[in-house]
């Protein structure tokens, strides 16, 4: 992650923030196709069962956290 030497103090933890939702975002965005993929094979499946299936592709595909260091 960066550092973000060039923002006051106050502001980095905010930024690293906006980084990881921005990933977050773009990770959420490119397994659309595996979300529509999904819905057109298994149209029977309840809303409920895709949506924690969704919720649980983004999270094997999402980097792990690292909370070392941080308060």
């Known amino acids: 992650m960066r550092p973000y030497y060039n ?7 905010v930024q690293q923030l906006v980084t990881e939702f ?5 990770l959420w965005r490119s397994l659309e196709r595996k979300r529509l993929l999904r ?11 895709r949506k924690q299936l969704d919720l649980l592709d983004f999270a094997v595909a999402r980097a792990p956290q690292d909370c070392i260091g941080l308060f």
């Open 7 to 13: 923002l006051p103090a106050e502001q980095r933890r």
């Open 22 to 26: 921005n990933a977050d975002e773009r």
């Open 39 to 49: 819905r057109k094979l298994h149209a029977r499946l309840q809303a409920k069962y």
